[in-house]
């Protein structure tokens, strides 16, 4: 079965300070893939990275990171000089790989609270 | 260009009444997802529409079942209503590819609350 858990339910932080997501996600299948989605209070879950099995590079766009490591299947992200706008519930997600038409398997979500 | 659209956004029913949601998907994208979100919790995958046809479901009683139309545009139906159906419905839109790397897109949601 495919899981993902997302143990900090809520993080809050001052503005600039750096912050990081926890995500440990659980499958069998040697092919899947992983996102990160943002949703701030409008609801719409806004797409910020996905990432697939084969690829354990970490990746930065700007003040976010991303470190996936499957030794320890975790694929964390990192919010470097955090801004109030970062506010958000940020939610890690897994499909799986081949026999699968996309279906999104969530964490619970982490609320993250910048304060200015 | 439009981004994925959902109407109503905000919902109220009662227990026993049957309720209908629609999603015009981003343009390009042939596929649509529909998820349930309660409270708190993060979104679960209710089912799946691709060529006017069921692809795959989630587990959701038989009360809730979808239509995807030529244009792509999908509705959500959900029928016998209970208090506990209430929560945010996201649809999100894709471009079909099999393997799961597809990369849904998101609405903003139709809020469902059932009294």
């Known amino acids: 079965a495919q899981k993902v858990t997302q143990a900090q339910t809520e993080i809050s932080v001052v503005e600039k300070e750096d912050v990081t997501l926890d995500c440990v996600y659980e499958?069998?299948?040697?092919?899947?893939?992983l996102f990160w989605y943002k949703q701030p209070p409008s609801g719409e879950l806004v797409f910020l990275i996905r990432?697939?099995?084969?690829?354990?590079q970490n990746e930065i766009s700007g003040r976010y990171s991303w470190n996936f490591q499957k030794s320890t299947s975790s694929f964390n992200f990192t919010i470097t000089a955090s801004q109030v706008v970062d506010s958000a519930v940020y939610f890690c997600?897994?499909?799986?790989?081949?026999?699968?038409?996309?279906?999104?398997?969530f964490g619970q979500g982490t609320t993250l609270q910048v304060k200015p | 260009d439009a981004g994925v659209t959902q109407s109503p956004t905000h919902l109220i029913k009662t227990r026993g009444q049957q309720v209908t949601l629609r999603c015009s998907p981003k343009?390009?994208?042939?596929?649509v997802s529909w998820y349930q979100q309660a409270l708190g919790q993060g979104p679960q995958f209710i089912f799946q529409?691709?060529?006017?046809?069921?692809?795959q479901r989630g587990n959701f009683p038989d009360r809730f079942s979808g239509h995807q139309f030529p244009n792509y545009s999908s509705e959500l139906n959900v029928n016998a209503l209970l208090l506990g159906d209430s929560a945010l419905y996201l649809c999100?839109?894709?471009?079909?590819?099999?393997?799961?790397?597809?990369?849904?897109?998101f609405g903003a949601g139709t809020r469902l609350s059932v009294l």
């Open positions: 999100a839109s894709s471009f079909r590819v099999r393997g799961g790397k597809n990369i849904q897109y």
């Open positions: 499958t069998r299948d040697t092919t899947y893939y």
């Open positions: 990432r697939n099995s084969f690829d354990e």
């Open positions: 997600a897994l499909s799986r790989g081949s026999g699968n038409t996309g279906k999104l398997i």
């Open positions: 343009s390009g994208h042939d596929t």
């Open positions: 529409y691709y060529e006017e046809e069921e692809r």
